[in-house]
């Protein structure tokens, strides 16, 4: 139970240098104040993330926005009041409160009010910005609960928030705006149909970019186990020629695949929204099964349906960057 002396604390403890892990709606967040430079460091500490990829910014409300965008285009107004508090980041350019460590030495900065009531609490009391980036270990699957925050980050962090299981489940929709026309640098909870409709225009999608936009490194939300997507159609084909291989297979999808009865499946459902609110969970739930091989089943690229795929996508890119990943013999 979140009794308001637990709050208390959690907004003493940002107050004095502390880091928090923070339920949002979208995942949990490893909470800093945005404003204390060695609170921000000690949050790439934990993550161990390298200090040039910028965190986000979370603020009480739009009216924030002034003290840490130096321009604030008509266009992010019209966002900010269509989807604040919600799963939307707003990359602008910066005011000096928004340092380096935050930044990553950028000319901008990334601002999101999230849309959870915990989290608005806070930074409502905490008056301020608070810096954070998804609670998890980079390169790693993100945290919907509390529980996945305490097992991956226990004893790093000096509270854990439980506000409950994320509603939305992957990370906000990023759209930058610091310079002319708009585009999303990772799709999120919020559809880039709905973006449009607001703006009046198409937005387009731009992952690849100078910017180090840390998920959109190529592997990412990477569980332990290897990852194969597979349309719904394909599923159940390629379970059975990875079994054929002697591998053991586990599938992420919905209940009207026809798989053999031995074969552990976890739900994953063909809706869109719903995909997205328990994706990171089943990642998590099937890789502590010790299969070899998670065949992942694609929801529909529309609405959330793009993040889903894009998120998958990464989960099942070769690793890069992971060392305990040998190279195989040729
Ligand atoms: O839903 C979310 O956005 C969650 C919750 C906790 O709010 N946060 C989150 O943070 O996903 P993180 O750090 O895992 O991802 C934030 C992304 C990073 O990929 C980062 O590179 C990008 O935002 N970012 C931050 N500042 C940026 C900037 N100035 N320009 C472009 N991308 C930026
Ligand atoms: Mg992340």
């Known amino acids: 139970m979140l009794t308001p002396d637990l709050l208390d604390r959690a907004v003493e403890l940002l107050r ?60 992010a107004k019209a966002l900010a009041r269509a989807f604040w508090p919600g799963p939307l980041t707003l990359v602008l350019r910066r005011t000096s409160k928004a340092t380096d460590a935050v930044t990553g030495g950028q000319d901008t900065v990334a601002l999101r009010v999230p849309g959870h009531s915990v989290a608005m609490e806070v ?28 097992r991956d980050l226990g004893d790093d962090v000096d509270l854990v928030l439980d506000g409950g299981p994320s509603t939305v489940g992957v990370e906000s929709t990023i759209v930058d705006l610091s310079s002319g026309a708009p585009a999303i640098l990772r799709p999120g909870g919020l559809a880039t149909e709905d973006i449009e409709r607001v703006l009046g225009r198409a937005v387009p999608v731009r992952t690849s970019t100078t910017v180090r936009v840390s998920g959109s490194l190529e592997s990412h939300y990477a569980p332990r186990a290897g990852v194969v997507l597979a349309e719904p159609h394909e599923a159940v084909q390629r379970v059975e020629a990875l079994r054929a291989q002697g591998l053991r297979v586990g599938v992420l999808g919905p209940a009207s695949l026809s798989l053999p009865t ?69």
């Open 262 to 330: 031995d074969v552990q499946r976890f739900d994953v459902p063909g809706d869109p929204a719903g995909a997205a609110r328990v994706l990171y969970a089943r990642l998590r739930e099937a890789d502590e099964q010790g299969h070899d091989v998670l065949v992942a089943c694609l929801p529909a690229a529309s609405g959330l349906g793009i993040a889903v795929r894009d998120r998958l996508s990464r989960a099942a890119a070769p690793r890069t960057f992971d060392p305990s990943i040998v190279e195989p013999t040729k």
């Open 16 to 75: 004095r240098g502390g880091v928090i892990a923070l339920p949002t709606e979208t995942v949990y967040g490893l909470a800093a104040n945005a404003e204390d430079e060695l609170a921000v460091r000690r949050v790439f500490a934990i993550k161990g993330r390298p200090a040039n990829h910028p965190l986000i910014v979370h603020i009480p409300d739009e009216e924030y926005l002034p003290e840490w965008a130096r321009e604030v285009p008509d266009e």
């Open 123 to 150: 930074l409502e009391r905490l008056g301020g910005g608070v810096a954070a980036p998804s609670a998890n270990r980079f390169g790693r699957v993100s945290p919907t609960t509390a529980e996945h925050v305490q």
